[in-house]
């Protein structure tokens, strides 16, 4: 069985580690992008209105993003693992979000790579 990494990154962070991960486990990569791009203004973090502050401060606001990939996959009998990078939050979170809205699914480790 073939191991898949699957990433979003806005900045190219989780991408690199995405990379490095799909080396060390000989995985395929998968790169969920948002509907709309980031630009530089828009991953400002010390701006308190930029887009990507208000994502992490509003859970309702997350970005849309090219096809669903949870929802189009069937992930029956696999193991989710989830991976992130982040200098300001906690992997926990989203790992526990993702559980609830996806709890037909096993859910293994969560990791903060950084």
């Not at 990433?7 to 991960?21: D, E, H, M, P, V």
């Not at 992490?56 to 693992?81: C, V, W, Y």
Request: a neutral charge; hydrophobic letters at 35%.
């Amino acid at each position: 069985m073939k191991t898949l990494i699957v990433y979003f990154s806005a900045t190219g962070t989780t991408k690199a580690a995405a990379q490095k991960l799909a080396k060390e486990f000989n995985a395929d990569l998968y790169e969920i992008t948002p509907e709309v791009p980031y630009s530089a203004a828009d991953l400002d973090w010390r701006d308190k209105t930029s887009r990507s502050t208000i994502e992490m401060q509003d859970k309702t606001s997350r970005p849309a993003i090219k096809g669903r990939f949870i929802e189009a996959h069937d992930l029956s009998g696999k193991t989710l693992n989830v991976f992130a990078t982040s200098g300001g939050s906690n992997v926990k979170d989203s790992y526990n979000d993702l559980k609830m809205a996806y709890p037909q699914y096993t859910w293994g480790e969560s990791q903060l790579m950084n």
